[in-house]
Every structure is written in structure tokens, then in C-alpha cells.
């Protein structure tokens, strides 16, 4: 069987529509299974196969651009830019209430003031007494943001009067010169740095899920716990990660004045 690489170049050096056929056909089951993945952040009247659709455009996409010569693997590139594609059709609805994000961005707050006060990541139990609402209403406004709890480049406002988020610094790899490599690097170890410091169960839930890439429910049955517990967790991971870089701006902002590309 060819390999990923070898249809691409069927196609792009020969013509071969066929093996671009081949190449859909092998990496639909990978879209379904990443549409299937963030469905949990759709709005409710996003069907599964609207993301299946947008991540199809994606591979299409990668298909045109990919560049063997950045030494990147065609499945690699091709993931990245299904991913990308899908998460940009959820966006792109922007369906979450008012209210919910008016919930996130407490919590969000809530986990910022505390950390900043304590000096290391606060419990549960400080955060819900913070709040002056109990553990298990704190759990329930976790799970009710779910839908919110969705970290992109826009999310990372450097400049809170204009708006100017992170994406807006954010260039082409293929065309980044040697100081906008060093910069994406730079912001790597920041971003990197900021993980590390969340508490271990929402380090293990973002890395079993972003990348050994599995579901809500198959990481409850690793940790033990049930499928809801799971998405609190990420909720909580994914507020604080936003607390985190809000408080890291003064850091992220000469990097990023440097441009710092994907």
C-alpha cells in the first residue's frame, strides 16, 4: 500500500486524481473521529457531519499546500489543518449565551485573583468558597461552559483598548524569517511554561485529549471517573490556562512584536 506521501506526490507530480481520491478516502476516518472529538464544543445545531464537512475542506487544503521540503509529514500537516478547519467552523457560529461567557470569564477571574494571591494554582474547594457557592455548584458551572472553555489566538488580547489579540501577530511558517522563528519558540516555552504550571489531573486530562487524542469518555475510564468529570476538569484546565496567559502578557507581548508564526 502507498504510503500518505507517496499519493500526495502521485497527485501534485502526475495528475493522479485517483490517488487523491486514495487520500481522502484513507484520512476520513481520522476527520470523523476528530469531529467526533470537539463536537462538545459545537453549538446544538451543529450536526457531527458539519464538522466532518469542514474538515474535509481542511485535508482538501492541506492537500493543495503541503510542502514535503519543511520536513513535516503529510498526516502531520494534514491533521494540523483538519483540526484547524473544524475548530475555525465552531468559531465561526460563535453560539455560545451571553450568560455562559459571562459564567467562563468568572471563573476564568476567580482562578486568575486566586493564583496571583496564593502564588500556585488554587483547590476546588478555595475556588468554590471564593465564589461563596458550594463544590458541587462550582462542578455544575464547569460543566455548563464547556462550550466556552475553548482556547484560541483570539482569546490572547495583548492590547486590551484595541482588541489586538495574538492572531494578529501570527505569520506563515513558510515564508517566517530567522527572528520570527526564534520568536515562535520563545512563545512555545512560555506557553509550555504556563501548562506546566496547572495542577497534575488537568495536565494528564489536556495531554491525554489534545495529545494521545482521545475521548471525554475513554480518559474517564483511565482516571476513573465518569465522562462529566472529565469535561469539568478540561473546563477548569482551560479557564486557568486563560487567567494564566492574560497574567503573561507583559512577557508574550515583545515576543509576539517580533511575529511569531504557525
Request: some cysteine; glycine content about 4%.
Amino acid at each position: 500500500m502507498r504510503s500518505l506521501e507517496d499519493l500526495w506526490r502521485a497527485y501534485k507530480l502526475e495528475g493522479d486524481r485517483k490517488a487523491k481520491d486514495e487520500i481522502i478516502m484513507r484520512c476520513l476516518p481520522m476527520i470523523k473521529a476528530i469531529a467526533s472529538r470537539f463536537a462538545i464544543f459545537a453549538s446544538p445545531s451543529q450536526d457531527v457531519n458539519d464538522l466532518i464537512s469542514a474538515g474535509i475542506i481542511g485535508l482538501l487544503d492541506a492537500i493543495e499546500k503541503f510542502d514535503p521540503s519543511k520536513k513535516a509529514s503529510f498526516k502531520t500537516y494534514a491533521t494540523y489543518r483538519i483540526k484547524g478547519a473544524i475548530l475555525d467552523e465552531i468559531r465561526a457560529l460563535d453560539w455560545v449565551p451571553r450568560n455562559v461567557r459571562e459564567k467562563a470569564q468568572i471563573l476564568e477571574n476567580a482562578y486568575a485573583a486566586l493564583e496571583q494571591k496564593l502564588m500556585r494554582p488554587p483547590t476546588e474547594e478555595e475556588v468554590a468558597e471564593y465564589l461563596k457557592i458550594s463544590v458541587d455548584k462550582l462542578r455544575d458551572m464547569l460543566l455548563e461552559v464547556q462550550g466556552a472553555a475553548l482556547l484560541t489566538l483570539d482569546d490572547i488580547v495583548l492590547d486590551e483598548e484595541t482588541g489586538e489579540s495574538i492572531r494578529e501577530h501570527v505569520v506563515d511558517k513558510n515564508t517566517a524569517t530567522p527572528e520570527q522563528k526564534m520568536a515562535y519558540e520563545e512563545a512555545k516555552k512560555l506557553l509550555a511554561r504556563a501548562i506546566e504550571g496547572l495542577p497534575e489531573k488537568e495536565k494528564l486530562v489536556l495531554s491525554l485529549y489534545y495529545y494521545e487524542e482521545m475521548t471525554m469518555k475513554e480518559i474517564g475510564r483511565v482516571l476513573g471517573v465518569s465522562e462529566s468529570r472529565v469535561s469539568q476538569i478540561h473546563s477548569s484546565a482551560i479557564l486557568r490556562l486563560k487567567g494564566k496567559l492574560k497574567m503573561m502578557k507583559g512577557e508574550l507581548m515583545p515576543v509576539f512584536e517580533r511575529k511569531a508564526y504557525v
